[in-house]
Nanobody, 129 residues
Framework: QVQLEESGGGLVQPGGSLRLSCAAS????????MGWFRQAPGKEREFVAV??????????HYSDAVKGRFTITGDTAKNTVSLQMNSLKPEDTAVYSC????????????????????WGQGTQVTVSS
């Protein structure tokens, strides 16, 4: 059974940085999709960033809201991903959840949380002065 363990998160001032990490245990496939969604209070769940991989081929995808500020990296052999979040804004405040799909999702399917097989418990990120 796949389990996701998240770390990082916390309170940071606007303009600051945070790093989130996620490790997936119990997973052995050489392909997949792994990354992050977020949900702010009173708002719908939102795609943040993912890595899609199959063998040595990797693709990185970001939402427009975080592109240029957030960077996702990963060790696909170890099933770990990290999200470096820079220039944080109050609107980035949310619970961030790590997600993983058992296959390399086609591009049209990465944006919806319904297509991911496993979710982490979530970690709170608060951006406030």
């Amino acid at each position: 059974q796949v389990q996701l363990e998240e770390s990082g998160g916390g309170l940071v001032q606007p303009g600051g940085s945070l790093r989130l990490s996620c490790a997936a245990s119990g997973r052995t496939s050489s392909s997949g999709t792994m990354g992050w969604f977020r949900q702010a209070p009173g708002k719908e769940r939102e795609f943040v960033a993912v890595i899609r991989w199959s063998g040595g081929n990797r693709n990185y995808h970001y939402s427009d809201a975080v592109k240029g500020r957030f960077t996702i990296t990963g060790d696909t052999a170890k099933n770990t991903v990290s999200l470096q979040m820079n220039s944080l804004k109050p609107e980035d405040t949310a619970v961030y959840s790590c997600v993983v799909a058992s296959s390399r999702l086609i591009l049209s399917r990465i944006w919806s949380g319904e297509n991911y097989d496993h979710w982490g418990q979530g970690t709170q990120v608060t951006v406030s002065s």
